[in-house]
């Protein structure tokens, strides 16, 4: 066995945290939304985003996020790349709070609406169910 340096056992420890924290959040659901004033309908994740951690601001710009894009690129560029561990870890709750600022309201979750609320630490606007007369 080769000798391990303290340095490298701290960077081992710290990778299995994040692996596991990001682990813990993956899976929390997808919120489906539709802005009532133009019908448009957008997806949500929850929880840990994977896709921001291998391709950087490039879901954000694909989903039409335009200033998340910006801002990730920018602050991962200043940061030399280490923002780009921790965007990951809140990119898809800020996702989430664009849609609801512009108009969006929930009508529909694959998963359970008042865990992916609690973990969201917020209530999220229902599309109110109409009835036929």
């Known amino acids: 066995m080769s000798d391990i340096s303290l340095g490298g056992l ?34 949500a994740p929850v929880g840990f985003s994977w896709t921001t951690l291998f391709l950087g601001p490039f879901p954000a710009l694909f989903r039409g996020h335009y200033v998340g894009a910006l801002i990730i690129l920018l602050v991962t560029a200043v940061t030399l790349g280490i923002a780009g561990l921790v965007f ?19 009508s ?14 917020r209530e999220l606007p229902l599309i109110e169910a109409t009835t036929a007369v």
């Open 10 to 43: 701290l960077l081992l420890a710290l990778i299995g945290v994040f692996v596991k924290v990001a682990f813990t959040q993956t899976g929390k659901g997808r919120l489906n939304f539709k802005n009532p004033r133009n019908g448009r309908f957008r997806e």
């Open 88 to 106: 990951p870890f809140f990119y898809n709750k800020w996702y989430v709070n664009y849609l609801i600022k512009n108009g969006y309201k929930v």
């Open 108 to 121: 529909s979750a694959d998963g359970d609406i008042n865990v992916i609320s609690k973990y969201l630490s």
